[in-house]
């Protein structure tokens, strides 16, 4: 699903989608053909030693951010990560401090802030139209089978609560945009 709303969007902009790396070579090659990138493959290593690449996008399950990031960034490729950055605080530091290292630029993409609806009720609340009382959320996924949003059967298994849980907070501090007094 990220996959797809990443390639959306860089087509709207001057991008060269140049590589796409995928887990297995048949839905791979088709997706990678699908958005035009230029090549494709299943090895994460070799894509990153291709110096025609100017930034790695992970939109990886969130159990592989932290080690895709320092991959990369070890790669000297500026990154791009999905939140949450790691699924724990010791491996976020790491993929912190590996990019000042690094020197390169480390990204991380709060998707929900490029929803229509949360750009359109930020900008509400940005005028003053409405006012934040109280922030709650909630996710309701009945998953009773391992698959994903696209109808895709996942061969991992979604950490719902730490990553939507993540989802969430940035959702909620961004469209205050405001200090915070106060989190539970």
């Not at 035009?36 to 592989?64: C, H, K, N, Q």
Request: aromatic content about 6%; charged content about 25%; some cysteine.
């Amino acid at each position: 699903m990220m996959g797809v709303w990443h390639s959306d969007a860089l087509k709207e902009i001057d991008c060269r989608l140049h590589t796409l790396v995928g887990r297995r070579e048949e839905p791979t090659a088709e997706f990678a053909g699908r958005y035009g990138y230029g090549r494709w493959t299943v090895d994460f290593a070799e894509a990153l030693a291709d110096e025609e690449i100017d930034i790695v996008i992970l939109a990886t399950p969130s159990e592989m951010h932290a080690e895709g990031a320092l991959a990369s960034l070890a790669a000297g490729q500026h990154t791009v990560v999905e939140i949450p950055i790691a699924m724990n605080l010791a491996d976020s530091e790491r993929v912190v401090e590996a990019a000042r290292e690094s020197g390169v630029t480390l990204g991380v993409v709060h998707p929900m802030r490029v929803r229509p609806e949360m750009v359109a009720l930020q900008q509400r609340l940005l005028s003053g139209e409405e006012h934040v009382r109280h922030v709650q959320g909630r996710f309701f996924i009945h998953r009773l089978e391992n698959v994903g949003a696209t109808g895709y059967r996942r061969s991992w298994t979604d950490n719902l609560l730490w990553h939507h849980t993540t989802h969430l907070l940035d959702l909620g501090l961004w469209l205050l945009n405001e200090p915070v007094q106060q989190v539970q």
